[in-house]
């Protein structure tokens, strides 16, 4: 009789865990790497405020997901690092309702990282032509940044020389940062929110506005996704002003209008607080004499004390 009872029980204990299974929902979102930070925190929210919903990422360099999603046909939502990557995927059908004036939580603008002390003294896009300079270039075939890095240098008409000084070919951008840290390069072109993940080891140059990139980064529901309405609800979320504050507190742009050419460089200083922030924040995570402040930081103020007290465990 007992034996049996453990049995009912064991079995009434499989049916329990495989109805929570059954129950949960795991969405999968393709997402360009450089967007961990402030994605995982989304993730994290949004799970938070949908315990029954599980959103799992495949973070890659942008280049890779059409390949990718063509061949798996599955996913649920698309938010690469370029809109060039999602307009890709809209022309093969994957996504049918994406709205380019709508779908845009957040941008990604271009700085220039130097390894902490700017040992080569890189103040300007023209530096990476000088003689001797390691410049560290992203792969354009596996990372939107290496696109931007050919648009900016051919731009400034020294494409040629930066390709001398390319001691670097990444295929992701966190590769760049990595060289940076370590002093592998003397400087580099990044977005904003990857600079803000090594305040402690690099300085950031802001870069004029001319040659400064701003770049749209869309959110799209693919049209093979296992759950629509779930994944509806995070598109939402992510595009809310909640939303947005999670990407602007990581070094995004979130202005609903930033003012570019037609290459997508911009045209006036609309981003020019945001690099100030991101300037002061390398400063105050050096020394801890700098006064840290919504006035100083902006936005940044719970990463500049969490690399404060990193730096202190390290130390």
Not at 17 to 30: C, I, N, P, Q, R
């Amino acid at each position: 009789m007992l034996r049996k009872t453990i049995l009912w029980a064991g079995l009434l204990s499989l049916v329990i865990v495989g109805g929570a299974w059954a129950d949960s929902k795991e969405m999968l979102f393709h997402a360009g790497v450089g967007q961990r930070a402030a994605l995982n925190e989304v993730k994290a929210v949004f799970e938070k405020e949908h315990p029954d919903i599980k959103v799992n990422f495949s973070y890659k360099g942008s280049g890779y997901f059409i390949a990718d999603i063509t061949r798996s046909k599955q996913g649920d939502l698309f938010m690469p690092g370029e809109e060039f990557y999602l307009l890709q995927a809209v022309e093969r059908g994957f996504i049918n309702d994406y709205d380019p004036k709508t779908d845009i939580p957040a941008y990604f603008v271009t700085v220039i990282i130097t390894p902490k002390g700017n040992p080569a003294n890189i103040t300007k896009i023209e530096d990476f032509a000088r003689p001797g300079i390691r410049v560290g270039l992203g792969n354009p075939r596996a990372c939107a940044i290496g696109i931007w890095h050919q648009k900016t240098f051919k731009k400034a008409g020294i494409w040629d020389k930066v390709v001398k000084n390319a001691t670097l070919s990444a295929k992701c951008i966190p590769e760049l940062g990595n060289a940076a840290q370590h002093r592998a390069i003397d400087a580099a072109i990044v977005w904003s929110t990857n600079a803000v993940l090594y305040l402690r080891d690099i300085e950031v140059i802001p870069i004029e506005h001319k040659y400064r990139g701003i770049v749209r980064l869309p959110v799209g529901l693919l049209k093979f996704a296992r759950y629509t309405e779930e994944a509806k609800m995070l598109k939402e979320f992510i595009l809310s002003d909640r939303g947005r504050l999670i990407f602007h507190r990581h070094a995004y742009a979130v202005n609903s209008d930033i003012p570019v050419d037609k290459d997508s460089f911009a045209l006036d200083g609309t981003t020019d607080q945001d690099m100030t922030y991101l300037v002061n924040a390398a400063k105050a995570v050096k020394d801890e004499s700098f006064k840290v402040s919504p006035e100083t930081v902006g936005d940044l103020v719970d990463e500049v004390m969490r690399q404060r007290k990193t730096k202190r465990a390290g130390s």
